[in-house]
């Protein structure tokens, strides 16, 4: 408020000194007369001119356009972004400054793109009667998100630094960048058993002697679907719905509270969405049923339906997740667990290695849970505490898996040998 004040201060002063500089040089030229007093008068009209030309110019006549290599990302990917301003006549302005408004998470990425008055995502250009002007501008890497543009900023003023005029233009666009899947390629935890048989693969299956509601015909509906009795007493088409039967191999929980990851930065939840995504991207394509939990302040329990693209919608849901939460993953396992049908393996995601979760995963091995625990470390080089605790969570034959590096199929292979040496 106080700084939008002496803007509108400064303005009012900068009006009145132009008028007196306009007119003293005037009166200097009247009284003095000669060559060099009317040169004096006709070099500042100029410059008098623009100000006032400035004071009744609307920027938002100017057009403004952005335009985004491409809409979905993966983290970890250059996107270049050309914000383009146009206009029907010349744009009378010795200058322009123009600045995209980026997204929070976006904004420590950007990076100019060799234009000598850039910074980011803002830069200063010279219009001087051109139609069109742009810049471009890089976001290298992208971080995984949705981020929403909402609009760039216009700002000009007059030569003196008296008056400046911005304008604010609304361009909202929405870009997805999904998490960075890495290979799992060997890793067999999704084919055998604990006792070395063979998984069958199995997914959820629909029982279609059993209708639970019904819903309008849809086209891809089997005719064999069809409730006829609603369909001649609505005179429309109308499809039975059947009851979904679960049948999840795989129980995987993504810890996203806020206490485990405070002291470790967003850099090991990245890591740790970028985990989940591969083990549940390579779990789906060895036709494995899985149930997916995400412990963040919306706690989401997603699982595989035949039918649906889950992928997409898993994803999706990996792109938007934040570490949000002050619940521990601990509370959210001891509900949950007393739910889970037997011979279910339970993957766990997390940096936690606090008394309580040790304990709760600890029993949850006693009761015959095949627990899968993925310990995303704070550092590459496990500290002499954390071997003993996951030492210890071995031998309660818990799977254990250290994830301090992005190589996840060296990961799952050097977990496997630690659990068999």
Request: glycine share 6%.
């Amino acid at each position: 408020m106080i700084k939008k004040r002496l803007a509108e201060y400064r303005t009012i002063f900068g009006i009145i000194g132009i008028v007196l500089l306009l007119g003293s040089s005037f009166s200097y030229a009247m009284f003095q007369g000669g060559f060099v007093s009317w040169f004096l008068f006709y070099s500042v009209l100029p410059l008098v001119l623009y100000t006032v030309f400035i004071l009744t110019f609307r920027l938002s006549r100017l057009s403004v356009e952005r335009q985004i290599n491409k809409l979905n990302f993966i983290a970890g990917e250059k996107m270049e972004v050309t914000i383009t301003i146009t206009s029907g006549l010349p744009i009378p302005l010795f200058f322009l400054v123009v600045k995209d408004e980026l997204p929070r998470l976006m904004a420590p990425q950007a990076d100019d793109q060799g234009y000598s008055y850039q910074s980011g995502a803002k830069a200063l250009l010279f219009p001087l009667f051109k139609r069109r002007i742009t810049f471009t501008y890089l976001v290298k890497p992208v971080p995984r998100g949705i981020h929403k543009f909402k609009a760039v900023t216009l700002e000009s003023g007059d030569l003196f630094g008296f008056i400046s005029k911005s304008v604010q233009i609304p361009l909202k666009k929405t870009i997805q960048v999904y998490p960075k899947t890495h290979s799992l390629a060997g890793w067999n935890i999704f084919e055998t058993h604990p006792s070395g048989m063979k998984r069958a693969g199995k997914q959820a299956q629909q029982d279609f002697t059993s209708a639970v509601s019904i819903r309008d015909y849809t086209p891809g509906d089997k005719l064999s679907w069809l409730h006829w009795k609603a369909t001649a007493r609505s005179n429309k088409l109308v499809t039975k719905v059947f009851e979904t039967q679960r049948n999840d191999d795989f129980v995987i929980f993504l810890d996203g509270s806020h206490p485990s990851y405070q002291r470790n930065g967003q850099q090991s939840f990245e890591r740790a969405v970028s985990l989940a995504a591969s083990i549940l991207k390579y779990s789906i394509s060895k036709g494995t049923s899985v149930e997916f939990h995400s412990v963040s302040k919306e706690h989401t329990n997603m699982s595989f339906q035949s039918g649906q693209n889950f992928e997409a919608k898993l994803m999706y849901h990996l792109a938007r997740i934040q570490p949000d939460t002050k619940t521990p993953l601990s509370n959210v396992l001891k509900r949950e667990v007393h739910e889970m049908s037997k011979g279910v393996s339970v993957l766990i995601i997390s940096p936690d290695l606090s008394d309580t979760f040790v304990h709760t995963i600890e029993r949850m091995a006693a009761n015959k849970i095949q627990t899968i625990f993925f310990y995303v470390a704070k550092q590459k080089i496990l500290s002499d505490e954390e071997k003993h605790l996951l030492t210890r969570l071995r031998a309660r034959e818990i799977t254990v898996y250290p994830v301090n590096h992005d190589d996840f199929s060296e990961v799952v292979k050097a977990g496997v040998k630690n659990a068999t040496v």
